[in-house]
């Protein structure tokens, strides 16, 4: 309605089954009044394929003018040359924290209660990817060797980032997800950064330390414990994939990349060719990326009503898309969330 302050926000519908599933959300998101002005722009295989780059500057612009996009899986185009859309938007952008819900959704799953948020630094750590070959003997590829870097600003930021979440987001404790006793300077310098900030918030948000590798066995053998979890990025990486997998998988995974002034939300699943152009897809993680791109620009209030929507079709409507064992299409899911948000 006219008196609602409309907030331009870019979409981008993308490859395979983005089309699908990005028309799914913003039916719903429009149905439900949420405040964005859509500015469509075009990026991935098919951008590339229409206009010969992947990023279109137009679609650069528009993301630098908005500050807010919703985006559909990409397909990077195969061949030498090409860097993941998805790693450029990261970096261009400085868009520094990856966070990735978790919550059981889907009753009688392996997990009950799972309510977990892993926070990944998206820009440093071994994702830099500084390596090259070594040679040895006439085998001039005889050693591979990488390398990665964390500055101290950046896991300072980082861990910032998630205690300032747990706070807006009333969540109880912070993990801190570390490899420090094998990394002890790589991996050394975002524990004692993070014990830093910590310290700073004693008293409002509790902290733990977890090595990695253990943290990944009680995530399978006890998730519940967990609730924001904040590391660096490989381990990031893993880990929020892992969560997936406990609550349904990567059809109800949803992510957001945030920056200092701008949000990036996006499913954490691909654009699955396999079964792209049969409406089949699951649109639930996309739907949770729209779900927190409202509580992004504070409000709370519909993005509880949709997450109330999205509870209610699986669990009282028993809506459920062929990744969840059901037959349901794209097009039930949405004409379900219509209804459930009336
Ligand atoms: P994928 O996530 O696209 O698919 C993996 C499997 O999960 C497939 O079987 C697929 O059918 C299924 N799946 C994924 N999303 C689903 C959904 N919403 N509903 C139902 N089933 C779903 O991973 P992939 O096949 O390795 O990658 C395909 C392409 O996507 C590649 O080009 C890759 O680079 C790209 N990709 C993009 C992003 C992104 O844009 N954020 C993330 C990952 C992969």
């Known amino acids: 309605s006219s008196h609602v302050e409309r907030i331009p926000a870019t979409l981008i ?67 030498k040359g090409f860097r993941s859309i998805n790693v450029t938007l990261r970096q261009k952008f400085d868009l520094y924290a990856n966070v990735r819900p ?21 820009v440093e750590g071994l994702y830099a990817a500084m390596e090259h070959y070594l040679p040895s003997g006439n085998d001039p590829q005889a050693v591979a060797y990488g390398a990665g870097y964390n500055t101290r600003t950046e896991c300072n930021r980082i861990v910032r980032f998630a205690f300032e979440y747990a706070l807006k987001n009333g969540r109880k404790k912070v993990t801190l997800v570390h490899k420090a006793n094998i990394l002890k300077i790589l991996s050394g310098l975002f524990l004692e950064e993070g014990r830093r900030v910590a310290a ?22 006890k998730p519940e414990q967990y609730d924001v979890m904040v590391t660096t990025n490989l381990f990031g990486d893993i880990l929020s994939d892992l969560t997936a997998g406990l609550v349904g998988g990567l059809g109800m995974a949803p992510g957001a990349n945030i920056g200092e002034t701008m949000g990036l939300f996006e499913a954490v699943h691909g654009s699955a060719p396999d079964i792209a152009g049969k409406g089949i897809a699951n649109p639930l993680a996309l739907m949770m990326a729209g779900s927190m791109m409202l509580a992004h620009v504070g409000r709370l209030d519909l993005s509880q009503r949709l997450d109330n929507a999205m509870k209610h079709i699986i669990e009282v409507d028993g809506i459920r898309t062929r990744d969840l064992g059901g037959s349901a299409t794209t097009e039930d899911v949405t004409q379900a969330l219509l209804r459930a948000i009336r």
């Open 102 to 122: 978790t919550q059981t959704l889907v009753p009688g799953g392996r997990y009950e209660n799972v309510d977990l948020v892993v926070i990944r630094e998206n």
């Open 13 to 79: 519908a993308g490859d395979g089954i983005g089309p699908d599933i990005t028309a799914s959300v913003t039916t719903v998101l429009d149905a439900l009044g949420a405040p964005f002005e859509w500015d469509k722009q075009e990026a991935g295989l098919g951008a590339f394929e229409k206009e010969g780059t992947a990023l279109p500057e137009k679609t650069l612009e528009s993301i630098q003018r908005t500050g807010l996009v919703l985006k559909g899986p990409l397909t990077t185009p195969v061949g």
């Open 200 to 221: 700073e918030y004693e008293g409002r948000v509790a902290v733990e330390e977890k090595i990695v590798d253990a943290c990944a066995m009680e995530l399978v053998v």
